[in-house]
Structure formats: structure tokens, C-alpha cells
Nanobody, 121 residues
Framework: QLVESGGGSVQAGESLSLSCVASGIIFYDYCLGWVRQAPGKEREGVATIYTGSNKTYYSNSVKGRFTISRDNAKNTLTLQMSSLKTEDTGVYYC?????????????????WGQGTQVTVS
């Protein structure tokens, strides 16, 4: 189970942090990521963090502004978002996948949280 929190409404230029707590999985062995869906648009994989090396990947639209991190001891995934833009508005999903190798993008993940809304105005 993946449970997101931290969404909300902010002004453009502000920051917001999303968290995802996982249960029922061997957290440290899972590829993890965040996928968002903006109104009227397709889902977009915005950030991925691999197992082991903790290699990270970001979509070009968020690179340099978002930071993904994981705390395996706390089964927690975090997305720190800064310099938010109106186009960052959408539902953000915490995603996980046990099959390796890890990959980046919404099609790479089988397990999804319920999503949390982020609105930037």
C-alpha cells in the first residue's frame, strides 16, 4: 500500500513537499517514483529513484526544481518541489515496482497510491 500526503494549494514560485509511506512491500528493493496527471493531459513520470545506488531520473519539465529521495528505514518516499509553476498543477501519484531493472516513466510501475492534489496558481 502506498499512501501519499502533502499536497495542497500554493502560489507560483513557492515550494511544497510530498511524502509517500509504503507498507506491505520490501521497500528497499523497490523502484520508486512520482507520476503526475495534469487536467486534460496524459500521465507523466516526473521523478524516479532506483534501488541500491539511489540513482535518480527527472523529466525535463521538473529537472533542477524537484528532488526525489527515499528513506528505506522509514519506508518513505519524498518529492521536494520548489519554484513551482502553474503547469505543475495535477494529481501526484506515488508509484512502485519490484521488477528490475528500474526504469523511468509511468509505464514502469505496477503499484500506485491514491494520489494527492497539487494546485499552483
Amino acid at each position: 500500500q502506498l499512501v501519499e500526503s502533502g499536497g495542497g494549494s500554493v502560489q507560483a514560485g513557492e515550494s511544497l513537499s510530498l511524502s509517500c509511506v509504503a507498507s506491505g512491500i520490501i521497500f528497499y528493493d523497490y523502484c520508486l517514483g512520482w507520476v503526475r496527471q495534469a487536467p486534460g493531459k496524459e500521465r507523466e513520470g516526473v521523478a524516479t529513484i532506483y534501488t541500491g545506488s539511489n540513482k535518480t531520473y527527472y523529466s525535463n519539465s521538473v529537472k533542477g526544481r524537484f528532488t526525489i529521495s527515499r528513506d528505506n528505514a522509514k519506508n518513505t518516499l519524498t518529492l521536494q518541489m520548489s519554484s513551482l509553476k502553474t503547469e505543475d498543477t495535477g494529481v501526484y501519484y506515488c508509484v512502485a515496482e519490484s521488477v528490475h531493472p528500474c526504469c523511468h516513466g509511468e509505464a514502469c510501475f505496477r503499484y500506485w497510491g491514491q494520489g494527492t492534489q497539487v494546485t499552483v496558481s
